[in-house]
């Protein structure tokens, strides 16, 4: 099988407030994740000397699609890919992947000599998709969770309930635990707040707020098991309890 020489690379491209999008490159072709909007992927791209090949959308939310219609206009037609779920919510889709809930599935597409592999994360919203990628003969490196998982936390429950969540969330976390997460807005340090809320005398979790970077993009299995309360949570009803109190949290 080929193997690549070298394992693609990827940048976050922060857009918006508090938004990432992410480039997955190797020689001069790029895959983008979530293109928020399409000005700072055109600059990362251009200063980076690099032609998209095709988008990757974890969910419909403009602040994860604002940018695509503006990529195609500008560098011509490309795949669009998203959960099969998001017909005609998702600008320019054209592969609908129909992966399950249950494991990480084949999507065919494959990305500088990687498998792209990808679950359906219901929870956020009902066709919330993580894209991930595994080189020959190796296990799930890089991960991308969109509004599922973030750092410490989870997104809010738009289309879902507090069970899919909780199931999109361990399903996630069965990865191995140096697992790339790679998500969608830098929400870390408030995060961290409310985790020492619900668990103050969780050392690991003060330890994580005490040297936490201005970007914490991506964090990883294992340090979500250890600090992330949603992740954290025995069970739906634990976990519906924690986000109805996040929600309110300041
Ligand atoms: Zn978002
Ligand atoms: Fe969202």
């Given at each position: 099988?080929?193997?690549?020489?070298?394992?693609?690379?990827?940048?976050?491209?922060?857009?918006?407030?508090?938004?990432?999008?992410?480039?997955?490159?190797?020689?001069?072709?790029?895959?983008?994740?979530?293109?928020?909007?399409?000005?700072?992927?055109?600059?990362?791209?251009?200063?980076?000397?690099?032609?998209?090949?095709?988008?990757?959308?974890?969910?419909?939310?403009?602040?994860?699609?604002?940018?695509?219609?503006?990529?195609?206009?500008?560098?011509?037609?490309?795949?669009?890919?998203?959960?099969?779920?998001?017909?005609?919510?998702?600008?320019?889709?054209?592969?609908?992947?129909?992966?399950?809930?249950?494991?990480?599935?084949?999507?065919?597409?494959?990305?500088?000599?990687?498998?792209?592999?990808?679950?359906?994360?219901?929870?956020?919203?009902?066709?919330?998709?993580?894209?991930?990628?595994?080189?020959?003969?190796?296990?799930?490196?890089?991960?991308?969770?969109?509004?599922?998982l973030f750092a410490a936390g989870?997104?809010?429950?738009?289309?879902?309930?507090?069970?899919?969540?909780?199931?999109?969330?361990?399903?996630?976390?069965?990865?191995?635990?140096?697992?790339?997460l790679?998500f969608?807005?830098e929400y870390t340090?408030?995060n961290l707040?409310?985790?020492?809320?619900?668990?103050?005398?969780?050392?690991?979790?003060?330890?994580r707020?005490?040297?936490l970077?201005?970007?914490t993009t991506p964090t990883?299995?294992?340090l979500e098991?250890?600090t992330n309360?949603?992740?954290?949570?025995?069970?739906?009803?634990?976990?519906?309890?924690?986000?109805?109190?996040?929600?309110?949290?300041?």
């Open positions: 099988m080929y193997r690549p020489a070298v394992p693609p690379t990827i940048t976050a491209v922060p857009c918006l407030r508090d938004n990432y999008a992410y480039l997955i490159h190797a020689a001069e072709h790029a895959w983008i994740v979530d293109p928020s909007e399409s000005a700072p992927v055109i600059a990362a791209l251009d200063a980076l000397h690099l032609r998209p090949a095709g988008i990757l959308a974890t969910h419909h939310h403009p602040d994860h699609t604002g940018g695509i219609d503006g990529l195609i206009a500008r560098f011509g037609p490309m795949p669009v890919a998203a959960h099969a779920l998001d017909r005609g919510r998702v600008p320019q889709q054209s592969i609908f992947a129909d992966v399950p809930s249950t494991a990480f599935a084949s999507t065919g597409l494959e990305i500088a000599g990687c498998e792209v592999l990808a679950a359906h994360i219901p929870g956020h919203t009902r066709a919330a998709i993580a894209w991930c990628l595994r080189a020959p003969g190796d296990e799930i490196a890089d991960v991308f969770t969109g509004d599922t989870c997104g809010r429950l738009f289309e879902g309930t507090p069970a899919q969540m909780h199931a999109s969330l361990q399903l996630l976390c069965s990865l191995p635990d140096t697992t790339r790679w969608g807005h340090a408030a707040r409310f985790a020492a809320a619900v668990e103050p005398d969780h050392a690991p979790i003060a330890a707020a005490a040297t970077p201005p970007c990883t299995v294992g098991r250890a309360p949603f992740v954290r949570a025995g069970d739906a009803d634990v976990l519906g309890e924690r986000r109805a109190a996040k929600d309110s949290f300041r």
